[in-house]
């Protein structure tokens, strides 16, 4: 397993800023679902143990739709989504990569996942559901 390096990242007004701590090389998921497709939402699994909203608390907001087990959270001053829960990790945090602060991650690999047919996808690929458990 890979050490865990610390990230820090937030928003694009600077409102919301937190820390995560993940590999420096960062396994990340570019979803073809309706909101990550809308919103270019790529981005990396951890436990909710290693991340840390540093501050903004009071401007986060969120956009729930379908199941409603999904929290899109993003900053309410300049509606930027620098992390969310995502329904397959109600355990953990999805963090968009984009809105990782330079200098942390040495490489960034993309992983395909078919959201259109989401239940499918994340039946089938074991590894996603683990992301979120804490190790």
């Known amino acids: 397993m890979a050490s ?5 990242g937030g928003c694009h007004c600077g409102a919301v ?11 990340v998921y570019d979803c073809n679902c309706s909101i990550c497709v809308k919103r ?12 840390k909203l540093l ?4 401007d986060i907001t969120c956009y729930t739709f379908n199941t409603h087990k999904a929290k899109h959270t993003f900053c ?4 930027v989504q620098s992390f969310y829960t995502p329904r397959s990790n109600p355990d953990g945090y999805g963090i ?18 078919d959201g259109q047919n989401w239940e499918q996808a994340v039946n089938s690929d074991p590894t996603i559901k683990s992301r979120s458990i804490p190790n």
């Open 4 to 8: 865990k390096v610390k990230h820090t």
């Open 17 to 27: 800023k937190f820390e995560v701590y993940a590999s420096a090389i960062l396994e």
């Open 40 to 51: 270019q939402n790529k981005h990396f699994i951890v436990p909710a143990k290693d991340f």
């Open 55 to 58: 501050q903004g608390e009071g």
């Open 76 to 79: 309410r001053v300049c509606g």
């Open 96 to 113: 968009a990569v984009h809105c990782l602060d330079p200098g942390t991650a040495e490489e960034v690999k993309i992983i395909q996942i």
